[in-house]
T-cell receptor, first 113, second 112 residues
Framework: GAVVSQHPSRVICKSGTSVKIECRSLDFQATTMFWYRQFPKQSLMLMATSNEGSKATYEQGVEKDKFLINHASLTLSTLTVTSAHPEDSSFYIC?????????FGPGTRLTVL | SQQGEEDPQALSIQEGENATMNCSYKTSINNLQWYRQNSGRGLVHLILIRSNEREKHSGRLRVTLDTSKKSSSLLITASRAADTASYFCATDAGGSNYKLTFGKGTLLTVNP
């Protein structure tokens, strides 16, 4: 399957700062990709769907002004958590749509102090 | 309500035994997929079964799908300690953007 990387793998920040997470597809180009959030011992919850060249579609309850998604190219997408707070601490996972199969990144563990 | 509910939530077995996990969903699907996640890591795609399929095998994995009951099962035979992980089912309802809805997962512990 396709290889997807995320950077950073782990980040600790102070409350109020913004954190940018990168998601790269290393050997695959896709117009559609997804960002998920996973709280401890819980399942993955879809946050947003983004299509290259257009605005992301956010799931209900996810603030678009807080979680900024930039789908810069067919191989790079970024998620910026703006003014992060402790309740934003979570595991963030991206995936690229491979036409019926999704290829997931290894995840980014965000801890907001 | 959440699509894709697995049971049991946690399962502990001895090495060599079989492990069966179940998943139920509520709406029509295009396909159902099973994923594995080691603690704090990303997801590994295990197997995909389409709505017109009833059973699929991959190595020690066997997946069944009953669309009339809106349920699926994942069987891991001859389990190994390395199979210890969380297992999630995810449903794809079709449409143009292949959104997946994940279940709550089953934490499988295989004791050596």
């Amino acid at each position: 399957g396709a290889v997807v990387s995320q950077h950073p793998s782990r980040v600790i920040c102070k409350s109020g700062t913004s954190v940018k997470i990168e998601c790269r597809s290393l050997d695959f180009q896709a117009t559609t990709m997804f960002w998920y959030r996973q709280f401890p011992k819980q399942s993955l919850m879809l946050m947003a769907t983004s299509n290259e060249g257009s605005k992301a579609t956010y799931e209900q309850g996810v603030e678009k002004d807080k979680f900024l998604i930039n789908h810069a190219s067919l191989t790079l997408s970024t998620l910026t958590v703006t003014s992060a707070h402790p309740e934003d601490s979570s595991f963030y996972i991206c995936s690229y749509d491979g036409v019926g199969e999704q290829f997931f990144g290894p995840g980014t563990r965000l801890t907001v102090l | 309500s959440q699509q894709g509910e697995e049971d049991p939530q946690a399962l502990s077995i001895q090495e060599g035994e079989n492990a069966t996990m179940n998943c139920s969903y509520k709406t029509s699907i295009n396909n159902l997929q099973w994923y594995r996640q080691n603690s704090g890591r990303g997801l590994v795609h295990l197997i995909l079964i389409r709505s017109n399929e009833r059973e699929k095998h991959s190595g020690r994995l066997r997946v069944t799908l009953d669309t009339s009951k809106k349920s699926s099962s994942l069987l891991i035979t001859a389990s190994r300690a390395a199979d210890t992980a969380s297992y999630f089912c995810a449903t794809d309802a079709g449409g143009s953007n292949y959104k997946l809805t994940f279940g709550k997962g089953t934490l499988l512990t295989v004791n050596p």
